[in-house]
């Protein structure tokens, strides 16, 4: 701090005006991420998505389903005309997927460093892959590489919205419980440690849908009593 003797006569109420400061961030993205049927069936996708809340991404959107076919050949156009590309199908459609939306800055970097190399027994300890994966043919999860990427995949795969698609035959005959993460356990990103603990104890995870706002008749009805 510079202290200038103040001046005397007509300028000495002038003012200077300081100039502006632009505040320059990372950009704000979206970032689309999977957890594929292995991470399903192992009970592992609330320990994902723990991993993206705990880095500061937020989850926006969310659906637990089985793929659609017509979806799985256009999200793998890339290899359908491979000779390996029916495992990659039957595997991709022998249980459940967890599709999920992230929002935050640097989105997709981020969550590519989050899962780690595409291989798990190239993927450094820390990452997803690397501390859970086991094999390049069961990786866990797929990850948005790019932007473009991105925005293709969330449209690809939410462009019928958040509703669950599995079919009451699919569901086993054993006692379902509801569970509601409220908007405080959301705000505060805790959604994915709420969903590990369940999975923890060995229940599995058959629904599950992120809803942005709960419209009011539901909610009416939810609290009748």
């Excluded at 293709?152 to 699919?170: N, P, Q």
Aim: proline share 7%; charged share 25%; hydrophobic share 40%.
């Amino acid at each position: 701090l510079a202290l200038i003797p103040a001046p005397t006569g007509p300028a000495a109420c002038s003012v200077v005006n300081p100039p502006t400061m632009t505040a320059v961030g990372p950009t704000v993205e979206e970032t689309f991420i999977m957890v594929k049927p292995d991470g399903v069936v192992r009970g592992l996708a609330g320990r994902i998505l723990r991993r993206f809340e705990d880095k500061g991404l937020r989850l926006v959107r969310s659906k637990f389903t089985m793929a659609d076919r017509n979806i799985l050949n256009e999200h793998y156009a890339h290899i359908a005309d491979k000779p390996f590309y029916p495992e990659v199908f039957d595997y991709m459609t022998s249980a459940p997927v967890f599709q999920m939306v992230f929002q935050g800055p640097n989105a997709v970097s981020a969550g590519r460093t989050l899962l780690g190399a595409t291989d798990p027994m190239q993927a450094e300890l820390g990452t997803v892959r690397g501390d859970f994966g086991l094999g390049v043919d069961k990786n866990l999860c797929h990850g948005s590489d790019s932007r473009e990427a991105a925005a293709k995949e969330v449209h690809l795969w939410f462009r019928d919205g958040i509703a669950a698609s599995r079919s009451g035959a699919e569901v086993p005959s054993l006692e379902r419980t509801f569970i509601m993460v409220k908007p405080d356990g959301v705000q505060r990103g805790l959604s994915g440690r709420i969903l590990s603990r369940f999975e923890d104890k060995g229940l599995r995870l058959l629904a599950s849908k992120h809803i942005e706002k709960l419209g009011r008749p539901k909610l009416d009805e939810h609290y009748a009593h």
